[in-house]
C-alpha cells in the first residue's frame, strides 16, 4: 500500500509527538495516539544492532495512525564504521520505507564519543555527516538529533549543522537561539521534556520524552503493515517472510528467572506459529501466541520443533534450531 501523505516544514504549526526505545517496554500507541499524539520517532537501533522492539514498535504505531520517523544512536570511530551503523539502518528500516515519513535522524550523543575516544570535532561532524550520506542516497529524509551544547561548543561543526533539519534536545521553557542554526533557521522538532507521564501516554516506563513538531502532515490511519502477512494459513508463509530479527543469543525459559523478551523471541515463536506448534483450541495455526516472551509455551514449542528437526534434546532456542528453522 502505497503512503501518499508528505511531511513539510512549517513553524506556524505545532504537532505533538513523542519518541521511544526499548527502555520504553510494552507501549499502546492506541492510548498514545488517544492522547494527543501524532507522530514518534521510533529507535531502530544503535551501533550495528538493531533495537529488540523495534519491528513490535513500529508496527503497532502505523496500525494506531501515528506518523513515524526513525533514529539510530550512532558508535563509530571512523569512517568505516559509519558506513556500517548507516547499513544496518537501512537494512532493519527497509520494510517500512513507505512509512517513514518524519525522516531518518543521526542520533549522536556523549555515549557516542565515550564509546569513539577522542575525535576532533571536524572527524565528529564527518562521520555523523558520512552516516546521513548513505541513508539519504537510499532516498529517506534526513536530519540531526542534537542539544545546544553540541552545536555551541563547536562539537557539531556549523557547515554540518547548516545542512539538515535539526531534532533538537532542551528541557525548557525555551528553545533558544541554538535551536534555530539548523536548515530552514528553526528545528523541525523540539524535544521539549524527558518527564512525560508514561501511564498517561501508555508506556510501561515512569517517563517518556515529549515533543513538539514544526510541519504539516496530512493524518491517515494505515493499518496494513508487514505484519499482515501473519495470519490464518500459514500455509503460503516461508521462513524468508520473517519480519523479525533473528536471534544472536541462545533463549531459553527458567523457571523463576525473568523471561527473555524482544523482538528475536518474536522470530522464534514465528517460525513455531508457521510450523504448526502454536494451535489455538480448534487446531488452527495461532498466531496471537507471538508475544516476545519466551516462556514455558516457547520453551515445549522449541523442544517439539528440536525433536520433529532431529536435533538434541531441549527448550531452547540455539544456532542449531535457529540454522533448520531458517531452511524448512
Not at 498514545?32 to 499524539?37: D, F, L, P, R, T
Not at 514518534?40 to 523495534?54: L, P, S
Not at 547499513?87 to 549522536?108: G, T
Request: aromatic share 14%.
Amino acid at each position: 500500500m502505497k503512503n501518499a501523505l508528505m511531511m513539510t516544514p512549517d513553524n506556524t504549526v505545532v504537532i505533538k509527538g513523542s519518541d521511544v526505545s526499548y527502555w520504553q517496554g510494552d507501549i499502546d500507541f492506541s492510548k498514545m495516539y488517544k492522547a494527543g499524539i501524532r507522530f514518534v520517532i521510533i529507535r531502530a537501533g544503535f551501533g550495528t544492532k538493531i533495537d529488540f522492539k523495534f519491528v513490535t514498535y513500529i508496527n503497532a504505531a502505523i496500525a494506531a495512525g501515528l506518523i513515524v520517523g526513525i533514529y539510530w544512536f550512532m558508535y563509530a570511530k571512523n569512517i568505516a564504521e559509519a558506513q556500517n551503523n548507516a547499513k544496518k539502518c537501512i537494512e532493519v528500516i527497509a520494510p517500512y520505507k513507505e512509512y517513514i515519513l518524519c525522516r531518518v535522524f543521526a542520533d549522536w550523543e556523549y555515549d557516542s564519543d565515550k564509546h569513539a575516544g577522542y575525535l576532533s570535532n571536524a572527524t565528529r561532524s564527518s562521520l555523523v555527516r558520512e552516516f546521513l550520506t548513505n541513508v539519504q542516497e537510499q532516498g529517506y529524509e534526513v536530519g540531526i538529533y542534537t542539544n545546544q551544547d553540541y552545536i555551541q561548543s563547536g562539537k557539531f561543526t556549523e557547515s554540518l549543522v547548516k545542512d539538515y533539519y535539526l531534532w533538537f534536545a532542551k528541557y525548557s521553557s525555551d528553545m533558544g537561539k541554538y535551536a534555530g542554526r539548523g536548515k530552514g533557521g528553526y528545528p523541525l522538532i523540539w524535544q521539549h521534556t524527558s518527564s512525560g507521564s508514561g501511564k498517561t501516554y501508555g508506556v510501561s516506563s515512569q517517563f517518556i520524552d515529549l515533543n513538539r513538531g514544526y510541519f504539516r502532515i496530512e493524518e491517515k490511519k494505515n493499518t496494513e503493515t508487514v505484519l499482515d502477512k501473519v495470519q490464518t494459513d500459514n500455509s503460503i508463509i516461508k521462513a524468508s517472510d520473517n519480519p523479525y530479527p533473528e536471534p544472536q543469543r541462545v533463549l531459553r525459559y527458567v523457571k523463576g528467572r525473568y523471561l527473555q523478551s524482544g523482538d528475536d523471541v518474536k522470530w522464534s515463536q514465528w517460525n513455531f506459529w508457521r510450523c504448526g506448534l502454536y494451535l489455538d483450541e480448534n487446531g488452527l495455526p495461532d498466531a496471537t501466541q507471538i508475544d516476545g516472551k519466551f516462556g514455558p509455551d516457547s520453551a515445549k514449542a522449541a523442544e517439539e520443533a528440536r525433536k520433529r528437526l532431529g536435533l538434541p534434546a531441549g527448550g531452547m532456542v540455539d544456532k542449531q534450531l535457529i540454522d533448520a528453522l531458517k531452511s524448512i
